[in-house]
């Protein structure tokens, strides 16, 4: 099960595939200047995942304007992630957990996924500016959506 909110959260330093090639996203580079949405999700060009990140891109300002970025993890390879990014126009930062430290540092492993390995379980955190999970969910199914509404009430709780 994931990891509770009252904890400090695992940093990580995970790659991006971006314009300017590959680049690192470390989660501790936020704290002290804003808050930040961990959304884990299990892989890359499937349906679930696709409106999840389509919906998070389209009403991206409410957590710009609540002084959060939006990052999503999966398994997949930056390349994979880059390439699902240019297909459906997704805007926010995907980092690229392939070795599953991550998955396994928040609690979030979705074991044998479809039977073809370990992935992400659909998942998600916020991270406080202090570094402190201040909501975590992980979803009974991967088919299930977070909660959004509950973490942008947290978030305006935070401001």
């Known amino acids: 099960m994931a ?5 400090k959260a695992p940093d990580f330093n995970l790659k991006s595939k971006q314009a300017t090639g590959l680049v ?19 892989l890359a060009f499937t349906g ?10 389209a009403g991206l300002n409410a957590y710009a ?13 930056p390349f994979a ?24 540092k928040y609690d979030v492993v979705f074991p044998m996924q479809a039977g073809i390995g370990d992935t992400a379980a659909r998942a998600a955190f916020l991270v406080d500016k202090r570094g402190v999970i201040q909501y975590s969910q992980q979803t009974s199914s991967p088919k299930d ?9 947290k978030l305006a709780q935070l401001k």
């Open 145 to 153: 959506l977070p909660d959004f509404e509950a973490i942008k009430q």
């Open 48 to 57: 679930v995942c696709t409106k999840e990140m389509c919906d998070i891109t």
């Open 81 to 104: 992630q880059e390439a699902w990014v240019q297909k459906e126009k997704i805007g926010i930062t995907l980092v690229s957990d392939l070795n599953k430290e991550v998955i396994r």
């Open 65 to 77: 304007s609540l002084n959060a970025d939006v990052i999503g993890v999966s398994v997949d390879s």
């Open 3 to 7: 990891i509770p909110a009252g904890t």
């Open 24 to 42: 690192d996203v470390k989660l501790s580079n936020n704290f002290g200047r804003k808050h930040t949405v961990l959304l884990f999700f299990p």
